[in-house]
């Protein structure tokens, strides 16, 4: 074989799912400030998601829409608007929690200002002329998207499987929050990938626009773990520190170091495609027995239904 064969994503067919919308909600009213007991760092740490991911997600939304008619394939058209719907309700789902934080004297718009100022302004829409330059800009975005939804991906799938914020008495309405929208981004993981290949696929773009997103995440990310520790009205001397979130992995309360170092060779091989990590079936089984999920389901049917309360079994 020549050496300058192109090595091509090797997608697993049997891990594709049509993709809808579940129009969730739930009822923060019983949730405190620390919901994994007595550890502040690891529940900061996993809250930077409800700082980063209202704006995120909108971001995703009004860039996908751009994209649409740019889509020569129906299957693929039909996945890009259940990924739209899911993301949609992703973004407001998180949202919902900030109101329940400024509540319990942790307020996060000095943060959520600046994501929302990375989201709108830096990653928004530019005064392009129409033609190459505008479709350029288009296509580094969904080069960013596919990115970042790698990292989705493995939070979700991780998150999945993280039994030990169970054992450690985790807030059940935060643990459904977090594993309903954990199981969709595993199942509708392949979408912003199949996109990206689509409408571009080059290598370097994808190289370049993984390695702009690692860094604004890593950046992001800390950046929101300070803020919530320093911001946090019950911990005078709150500081963020490396050692802890060591701490987190090794207890298996947060994804280790060497996990999310394996997920750069996966993203980066040749012949990568998001269907060969994570398990379709483990998300459709969360999925089928989340109490935010039935309740929509319900809904959706027209039966009468109440948001998921604690303390319900
Ligand atoms: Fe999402
Ligand atoms: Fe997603």
Do not use: C
């Not at 049509?18 to 900061?44: E, K, M, Q």
């Not at 973004?91 to 319990?104: I, M, T, Y």
């Not at 309903?180 to 996109?195: C, I, K, N, Q, T």
């Not at 696929?201 to 626009?209: A, D, Q």
């Amino acid at each position: 074989m020549s050496n300058k064969a192109r090595a091509l994503p090797v997608p697993r067919a049997s891990e594709h799912t049509p993709l809808h919308a579940r129009n969730v909600s739930f009822d923060w009213a019983g949730t405190p400030l620390h919901w994994l007991p007595g550890d502040p760092s690891t529940t900061h740490t996993i809250n930077v998601l409800h700082l980063l991911l209202p704006a995120g997600e909108r971001w995703f939304v009004h860039v996908y829409r751009q994209a649409l008619p740019y889509i020569r394939d129906d299957a693929l058209r039909a996945d890009v608007i259940g990924f739209i719907g899911q993301e949609a309700i992703h973004s407001q789902a998180h949202d919902a929690v900030l109101p329940r934080l400024r509540e319990l004297g942790l307020d996060p718009t000095p943060y959520t200002a600046q994501v929302d100022w990375m989201f709108e302004k830096l990653l928004g829409d530019r005064t392009l002329p129409p033609g190459r330059a505008r479709r350029w800009w288009l296509l580094e975005r969904v080069a960013l998207i596919a990115a970042i939804e790698h990292y989705t991906a493995f939070l979700g799938e991780w998150v999945l499987g993280a039994e030990e914020l169970d054992r450690r008495g985790a807030d059940p309405v935060m643990m459904d929050l977090l594993r309903w929208h954990g199981a969709e981004e595993v199942e509708h993981r392949s979408v912003a990938f199949d996109l990206f290949m689509h409408l571009d696929g080059g290598y370097r773009r994808r190289v370049r626009t993984w390695a702009a997103a690692f860094a604004a995440l890593f950046f992001t990310w800390q950046r929101g773990v300070r803020f919530f520790m320093e911001n946090d009205p019950t911990l005078p001397n709150g500081k963020a520190t490396f050692k802890e979130y060591v701490r987190g992995g090794r207890e298996g309360v947060l994804p280790t170091f060497g996990a999310i170092a394996r997920t750069v060779p996966q993203y980066l091989d040749r012949r990568y495609h998001p269907s060969q990590y994570g398990d379709t079936q483990q998300a459709l089984d969360y999925l089928a027995t989340s109490p935010a999920a039935l309740a929509a389901e319900q809904r959706t049917a027209g039966r009468p239904a109440r948001p998921e309360q604690h303390g319900e079994s």
